[in-house]
């Protein structure tokens, strides 16, 4: 080859060089970029340790410069205090990925060390990747303390709820000492969050209109009209209009203007309906239809007309006898029962006895100005006394003993005739009709719980021809 082929491809290996160099210097740029974009800090290390690359976001995080690091093998750099320990040096003592948390610069951190292996399995490098936890913990802080707060205000909004039932119920004058009124209480207040419908059962004068009003003046509806109506009370010609309404010339007498009814008064709020029992058959097919569809069709009119209405019934009566007398329909009864709350009678929670005494006492006191007391005898009478009329005869007797006895105490002479006859007659009972009376009564509550004598003696722990033999000798009609 002549010298001047030897120039000539000693130029080319030249070039040739010159583009490898430019095009590494290229990727050399590109990497150093791509490094510095990273929002992660990156500090890159040879096989001993020693620094090679920190990117911007390393500074930034740490505080820690390059020239602090490069050149510097990372076991000197902890010596320093840099970093409290080094993730480089446990990669390349365990030749494997190590996370660990790290205090660089002050500021606590999450190190990632990763090795990079050659052809032949030898660590050439760490690659080590830190996040600021500072920030994080500072959001963990703040999110811990919010979650805080809001238990606060849960805990305050719970607490104003409660008191908020509690003013609710002391301005009703709701009266449970006993266990089974604070259960019922506390089931009122339980369905008054949500939209179910209500069958309250008791005897007549239980105060099954009070729970009825416990369930909407602590419902969100309280608020909304709260409208009764006693569906004995009204003529069963009158009824439909009082509660579906009428348009004008719908009947004979019927306001020219017609009439909104009650459902429509009761819009957005309760609908109390008393003594359902009472409520004529052919009514109750358009009552189910407006629970059904939560519409309603004035009398003479065609037009439906929605409603947003909370229906609570309450009866006296046992409507399941009723229909299976045909007297009240099943599915009305079903769309009605939703939820049943039954009212026990005083004689069975004689512990509220007094406490109601003294609360309808002070009640009078207050209204008239009066300072009447009731002496411990006549006390002790009033709680021992049958009240069939449950807590509205309560009620009646103390204002009536209130406003007509002339001195201040109210003694036995005061209390009216059949409270005394009532105590002489318990007196003269034997043991033996008490301990009767009150079998009767426990087998009649378990028998309208269970249905049948089979459960029903179950329930009691008995057989059932026991069972069935007490019912005769106690005259309960028997079941089958």
Known sequence: MSNHQLLRSDQSDREELNQALKHADQLNKQLELIINSSYDGIYISDSEGNGLKVNDAYTRITGIRAEQLLGKNMKDVV?????????????????????????????EVLATGSPVFDEEGNIINVITNIRDLTELNRLKEELEKSKALNEKYRRELHQQRHQQQESVLEQLGVVAHSKVMQEVIALAQKVATVDSSVLILGESGVGKEVIAQVIHYTSNRADQPFIKVNC???PK??????????????????DSRGKAGLFERADGG??????IGDMPLDLQVKLLRALQEFEITRVGGSQTIKVNVRVISATNKDLEQLIKEGQFR????????VVPIYIPPIRNRSSDIVPLIYFFLNRVNKKYGLNKVLSKQALQLLQAYFWPGNVREIQNIVERLAVTTEEDEISIDDLPFFINQDHRRQEQRSLKSMVMSYEKEIIQQKLKKYKTTRKTAQSLGISQSALVKKMKRLGIKTET
């Open 79 to 107: 010596k320093e205090g840099l970093v409290s320990e080094s993730v480089t040096m446990k990669v390349l003592e365990t030749k494997q990925p190590v996370t660990i948390m790290q205090r660089a610069g002050g500021k």
């Open 232 to 234: 004995g009370a009204i």
């Open 237 to 254: 010609n009158l009824l439909e209009s009082e509660l579906f309404g009428y348009e004008r010339g719908a009947f004979t007498g019927a």
């Open 270 to 275: 309760t609908l109390f309906l008393d003594e």
């Open 330 to 337: 099943k599915d009305l009864y079903y769309r009605l029962n």
